[in-house]
């Protein structure tokens, strides 16, 4: 007998052991009780393996927003000239409560504009993040905005590069043509095509004026309300922070809805995240230094206090976690009066008196 017949003798046996051994699964009430064989063979009783829940990506979580749904309520007046609000809708499928934030977006020239405008400002000025007058340090970045825009003669519309055409002007497609080629005629100063022409450009000129300081105007408040967000407000979360209706914001990395506790509707998703790892280290970093304190890789956790009494507890990428994180528990700008605790059946009338007593004293 050769090697080979050798081999498949061997695994023919092989597959007779395992159909031995095989216990059908059916019959596992019968031999359950037939002593320490049966424990035997029940472990090798190929069991299903069920498989793996399917974990919802939190990526995905934003395309609710554009489901079927109501709107419950709407605030605005949110950030620079009131451009921003936000909004809680439910959807009509499963009843979820959502939580969504709507600002200005820029266009690629309000973009570049901003971009520039940061950039002078960083080199020109700065502003105490960590000072607790916000009313001020609005009142002073928008007086350096304004300085910087006139110095540098940023116009907040785009700018159009001419081109070089072979189109005739207008005055070369209606000059009049010569009846007797070889006379010459005494020519007027200006010709009546030509009066028409300077009237109609004035107008046009007047109307394209108008037109670019329209959009100049609409163009400036986009551009000034995320120069704000970025240098006095909270960047992303600005809205959510002026929102008195939060009690707990929670973020746990870059491309993450942030999740928010709200006092009506509980815990609730937002529409807000931050695109890169950079950006959400530089966010944490810059929420240390408002609260006085500085994170970095070797002090990569900070529990801190915000202008406004907000607790805040940070941590940075690659050190602690995976990517940073932030948790910011904040506090009612109108703290509960022991006339709110009696109300809210929290506190009996007694107990207030009680309390009330043993202060004074």
Not at 98 to 123: C, G, S
Not at 266 to 272: F, H, K, R
Not at 299 to 320: C, E, F, H, M, N
């Amino acid at each position: 007998m050769g090697l080979l017949e050798q081999a498949q003798l061997q695994k023919n046996q092989y597959d007779e052991e395992d159909q031995s051994t095989n216990i059908n699964i059916d019959s596992f009430d019968e031999i359950q009780g037939s002593g320490l064989l049966a424990k035997a063979n029940l472990s090798k009783i190929k069991k299903p393996i069920p498989s793996p829940k399917k974990v919802e990506n939190r990526s995905e979580l934003l395309k609710k927003f554009y489901e079927p749904h109501d709107l419950i309520e709407e605030q605005t007046g949110f950030g620079w000239d009131g451009l921003g609000k936000r909004r809680i809708i439910k959807l009509k499928e499963t009843s979820e409560y959502l939580y969504q934030v709507i600002e200005p977006e820029l266009k690629d020239y309000e973009f570049e504009i901003k971009k520039e405008i940061a950039h002078l400002f960083k080199m020109l000025a700065d502003i105490n993040v960590s000072g607790d007058d916000e009313d001020e340090q609005k009142k002073y970045l928008q007086e350096i905005l304004d300085q910087i825009v006139k110095d540098n003669d940023i116009k907040f519309y785009p700018v159009e590069k001419k081109e070089k055409t072979d189109k005739k002007s207008f005055s070369e497609i209606f000059q009049f043509k010569k009846k007797n080629k070889g006379k010459s005629k005494k020519k007027s100063s200006t010709s009546p095509i030509e009066s028409i022409k300077k009237i109609f450009d004035k107008k046009q000129h007047a109307e394209e004026k108008e037109r670019l300081n329209r959009i100049a105007k609409e163009s400036k408040k986009r551009i000034y309300y995320h120069l704000f967000r970025e240098f006095v407000g909270y960047h992303r979360i600005d809205v959510i922070m002026k929102d008195e209706g939060i009690e707990d914001i929670s973020c746990d990395g870059p491309d993450v809805p942030i999740f928010l506790y709200h006092k009506k509707y509980d815990e609730i998703t937002t529409n807000v995240q931050f695109e890169s790892p950079e950006e959400l280290n530089s966010f944490v970093v810059r929420l240390s230094q408002i609260c006085g304190k500085q994170i970095s890789i070797f002090s990569p956790i900070v529990d801190g206090k915000l202008p406004d009494g907000s607790r805040l507890q940070a941590t940075l990428a690659r050190t602690v976690t995976k990517g940073s994180t932030y948790t910011i528990r904040r506090f009612s700008s109108n703290p509960l009066t022991p006339i709110d605790l009696i109300k809210y059946q929290s506190l009996s009338l007694d107990m207030a008196a009680y309390f009330w007593l043993g202060i004074r004293r």
